[in-house]
Structure formats: C-alpha cells, structure tokens
C-alpha cells in the first residue's frame, strides 16, 4: 500500500501533524491542500496504493517540484522540519472498497501527534444564519492537545450524524477514533463551483489552530500563499474560438 522514496519501508510520524483531505464538495479540502503543498513547498515523499483509488497518471501540479515528478491518485507531501504531514487524493473512491482502506490508512497514521480531516457541507444545509460558516468535530484526545487554540477560534463544535457533501470525512474520524489518535474533521459550508477561494479560507481557518507550522500570515517573514501552476486549468482549456 506504502510506496516511499529512497527505499524507504514506513512512515516516522512521531510528532508529526497529519493533514488529510476528503473528497468532499467542491473538491474544497483538496485545494486546500494543493495551497499548503505549493506554498510551503513541502516535498513529495511517496505514494499510496490500494484497491478503492482508481489509478491515474499525469504531470506534477507543482511548479516547485522536479519536471519528471509525476501525479498519482494519492500522494504524500511532507514538511520534516515542520513535522508536518499532507496527503493529496487526485481520484475519487471505489466505495466498496473504502472501509478496508481506512483501515490500513489509521494504520499507517496510528502513531501521528494529531490528524486533521479538512472537508466541506453543502451550504444550503446551514441551519444558523448568522453563524460560523466552520464546524469541528473532535475526539476528547485532539481538545485535550489543542484545548487552548480551540477555545479561541469561532467554529462551532458539530453535533450530526451527517456531513452532507463531506465524502468520507466522517468514515475516517471515527475509525481514526477508535485507536485514540487525536484527529479532528474541520468543514466549511460551501457550494459547487469555482472553490478556490473556499480552500484559501479554509487554510487562513487552520492557521488559526496551528499557528506552529502554517506560520500563514501578512507578516512579511511568514508563509505568503503560492497558486498552484494545476490551477491555471482548474475547469478545463479555454474554449477554442473557432466554435463561434
């Protein structure tokens, strides 16, 4: 399932904070991530296979990463002086497939400080108006370890059963529950479109509660925000002129 560079057999995530995308709504989470791996130029460390990822193969979506570095339908991106940890989904899931996958993926991330799940709900599904357009779920070992950041920021704790848009969001929280590993899931209400801007908010959100390694600010020493070169043709080449 692992495939890691250098020849590498496993992951040392002691200390590490992991970021995970669902495949949720907007397919906001995973440009959040393409924000975090091109603006902290985090360096592709390997791949993940399994049954639920259906295959793909294409360019690198980073300007910042070697010309014959190319994508797969799951990758690993790494910080090792941040100790921070990104995955990036590049395909969507075979459904029958993913609880065996959630599995060997909780396996391989069991001995991570933390894990944050990012995702997306449907806007429409907001039921308080004039509330946060952010909602957390947490288990009790990832508030004990953020218990002073998660007190400051404006989200609202979840209570439902339901992330509607969220993808598997839920699933992997509470396998990841069940082994204790601090892990939250962090969604943004939002609709289907041009979710560029969501992701861009969903990054400024985490920098709230992880000051440590996003370091993201208008401070001229702090990580500034790097488009992703894949974002040039986020929905497709333009329209040839000669259809007209």
Request: net charge negative.
């Amino acid at each position: 399932m692992l495939q890691l560079k250098g020849g590498k057999k496993s992951l040392d995530l002691n200390g590490y904070t992991v970021i995970v995308p669902s495949i949720c709504v907007g397919n906001a989470a995973q440009l959040a991530c393409d924000l975090l791996i091109s603006s902290k130029q985090l360096k592709k460390i390997g791949n993940i296979h399994h049954s639920t990822l259906i295959p793909i193969f294409g360019p690198c979506a980073f300007e910042h990463e070697p010309k014959e570095e190319k994508a797969a339908a799951c990758e690993l991106y790494e910080n090792a002086e941040d100790k921070l940890l990104v995955l990036q989904f590049r395909a969507p899931f075979i459904s029958k497939h993913i609880k065996d996958f959630h599995q060997k993926l909780a396996q391989l991330l069991k001995e991570a400080q933390s894990v944050i799940i990012l995702s997306g709900n449907f806007g429409y599904e907001k039921r308080i108006i004039d509330g946060s357009s952010y909602e957390y779920k947490a288990n009790e070992q990832f508030k004990e370890q953020y218990k002073e950041s998660l007190s400051l920021v404006k989200w609202r704790e979840f209570s439902g059963e339901t992330i509607f848009g969220g993808g598997n969001a839920l699933q992997l929280f509470r396998v990841l529950e069940s082994l204790h590993i601090p892990v939250m899931v962090l969604f943004r209400y939002l609709l289907d479109g041009d979710n560029s801007i969501d992701a861009t908010l969903i990054v400024a959100e985490l920098n709230e509660l992880c000051k440590g390694f996003l370091k993201h600010s208008e401070g001229s020493q702090d990580v500034k925000l790097v488009i992703p070169s894949s974002w040039k043709l986020l929905f497709g080449n333009d329209f040839p002129e000669l259809i007209f």
